[in-house]
C-alpha cells in the first residue's frame, strides 16, 4: 500500500475539492499553486458546470448587520455545515466590483444580496441612513448585479427580500411602502424592472420586503 | 439516495473482496449506497461474490464502515438521524492523515460512493480554506512547477486577489 499524496486524485476529485470555494479571490490563490490547478481551475465555464451539479449546496446566506460600519455577511451551506463565503472579512472586501463606494447590505435570500448605495460619490454621505436611495441586487460570487429602478415616491423607505417558492414562480420583488402609510410598490424582476403599485403591504406586521427569485448563479 | 430495495424484507448478503485478499460478508443494502456496486446487483444474475482489485482491504473496510452508519440511520427516517449523521460524519473525517484521506477518497470515487465523496473533498477544502498560496503548498508538499516568471505574470494579472 504506497504513499500518496494530493497529486495522485484524478481531476474530477481534485475539482470537486477546488471548486468548494465560491469565490474569485480563493479560486485565485489556488490557481497559482502548480501547473494543474492552474490549467483545471482555468477551463471555461468551470465554476457554472460545478453549480449546475451541486445546486442544493449552498443554501443559506446571512448578511450579518451587527454594526452597520462594519457590515459582514456569510455564505453557508447546511448541507456541509460550513462557511463558503465571507465571514472573516469587511463586507466592502466581497462587493468591491459593484460601482459605488460604500455598499451598503439590506437583505439578503440565499447567495443575492440587496445592497444600496447612495448615488453620490462622497463616501461619508454613504453610511446608512435614509438617504440612500439606490438599490441594487447582486451575487457576491458570480459577481454579478443588476441595479433596480427608482421606487415610487415615498417619505421613508425600507426593503427587504420576500423568498417565493422556487418552483411556483420565477420572478422577485421588491417593495417599498410608505412610512405608516397602506402604499407599496412590489419590483417584479421577472417581467423587465417595472414597479406595481399595491394597494397595501402584502404581508401585515412586515411593512416592507423584498425579493429575488432563487441563488441563480448565471454570469 | 434511491435505495433499490426497501420492498425485500430477506437480506441478501454480498461478499466484497479487495485487493489484497480481504474479503468482507455485508448486507446488500450497505453495500448498494455505493453506485458502482449498485449497479453490479442489479445486473441479472449478478453473483454474490463482488472483486474489487483497485480497493485495498483497509480502506474498502473504512468506506463500508461508513456505508453501514449511513445504511442504517436511513432505515428509521427520524429527524435526529440527521444529526447523528453529521456528528459522525464529523468524527469519522476528523483525525484522518492526508494518506490515508487520499487513499478513501480515490476508493469512494472509484466505487461511486458520492455523498462519501463529498465528505471527504470538503475535508481536504478545509485544508485550504483561508492558506495562502505558500501556505497551500507547504501543507500539500506541492512544489510550484511554473517557469521562471510565468508565476509572476498569473499573479500580475490576479494582483487584486492578493491584496
Redesign the interface.
Given at each position: 500500500m504506497s504513499e500518496i499524496n494530493m497529486s495522485t486524485l484524478n481531476d474530477d476529485v481534485l475539482l470537486n475539492i477546488l471548486l468548494r470555494f465560491p469565490d474569485r479571490r480563493s479560486l485565485s490563490q489556488c490557481s497559482m499553486v502548480c501547473k494543474r490547478w492552474y490549467s483545471l481551475l482555468s477551463k471555461p465555464n468551470i465554476r457554472e458546470n460545478f453549480y449546475k451539479k451541486y445546486s442544493d449546496f449552498y443554501v443559506t446566506l446571512f448578511g450579518c448587520l451587527a454594526t452597520p460600519l462594519i457590515p459582514r455577511y456569510e455564505l453557508f451551506s447546511n448541507r456541509l455545515d460550513t462557511t463558503l463565503h465571507g465571514g472573516d472579512h469587511q463586507v466592502y472586501y466581497y462587493l468591491d466590483f459593484l460601482p459605488c463606494g460604500v455598499p451598503y447590505i439590506r437583505a439578503s435570500c440565499e447567495d443575492l444580496l440587496l445592497v444600496s448605495y447612495s448615488p453620490c460619490e462622497d463616501p461619508e454621505m454613504g453610511l446608512g441612513g435614509p438617504w440612500l436611495e439606490k438599490y441594487c441586487i447582486c451575487n457576491p460570487i458570480t459577481r454579478d448585479w443588476v441595479e433596480l429602478p427608482e421606487a415610487p415616491e415615498a417619505a421613508y423607505k425600507r426593503c427587504g427580500f420576500v423568498c417565493e417558492f422556487k418552483n411556483r414562480s420565477d420572478k422577485g420583488q421588491r417593495v417599498d411602502p410608505g412610512w405608516r402609510s397602506t402604499a407599496s410598490a412590489i419590483l417584479l424582476l421577472g417581467i423587465g424592472l417595472s414597479f406595481l403599485k399595491l394597494p397595501k403591504p402584502p404581508i401585515k406586521g412586515v411593512d416592507l420586503c423584498a425579493s429575488s427569485k432563487t441563488a441563480a448563479t448565471k454570469d | 439516495m434511491s435505495s433499490s430495495s426497501t420492498t425485500t424484507t430477506t437480506t441478501r448478503l454480498l461478499m466484497l473482496k479487495a485487493s489484497d485478499g480481504v474479503t468482507f460478508e455485508v448486507e446488500e443494502a450497505v453495500a448498494t449506497k455505493l453506485g458502482a456496486i449498485n449497479n453490479m446487483v442489479e445486473e441479472e444474475g449478478s453473483e454474490d461474490l463482488i472483486c474489487l482489485p483497485n480497493v485495498?482491504g483497509?480502506f474498502l473496510g473504512m468506506v463500508l464502515e461508513w456505508c453501514k452508519k449511513h445504511a442504517n440511520n436511513n432505515t428509521n427516517s427520524d429527524k435526529g438521524n440527521d444529526e447523528v449523521n453529521?456528528w459522525w460524519d464529523?468524527e469519522f473525517v476528523m483525525d484522518l492523515d492526508?494518506?490515508t484521506l487520499?487513499?478513501l477518497?480515490?476508493a469512494a470515487?472509484y466505487l461511486s460512493g458520492t455523498e462519501l465523496?463529498?465528505l471527504l473533498?470538503?475535508k481536504?477544502?478545509?485544508m485550504?480554506?483561508?492558506?495562502?498560496?505558500e501556505e497551500?503548498?507547504e501543507t500539500?508538499?506541492?512544489?510550484?512547477?511554473?517557469l521562471p516568471g510565468q508565476?509572476e505574470e498569473?499573479?500580475k494579472k490576479?494582483s487584486?486577489?492578493?491584496e
Open positions: - | 485495498n483497509k453529521k464529523k492526508q494518506n487520499y487513499h477518497l480515490m470515487d465523496v463529498d473533498t470538503e481536504v477544502a478545509s485550504i480554506r483561508g492558506k495562502k498560496v497551500i503548498r500539500f508538499k506541492i512544489k510550484s512547477d511554473f508565476e498569473i499573479r490576479n487584486w486577489a492578493f
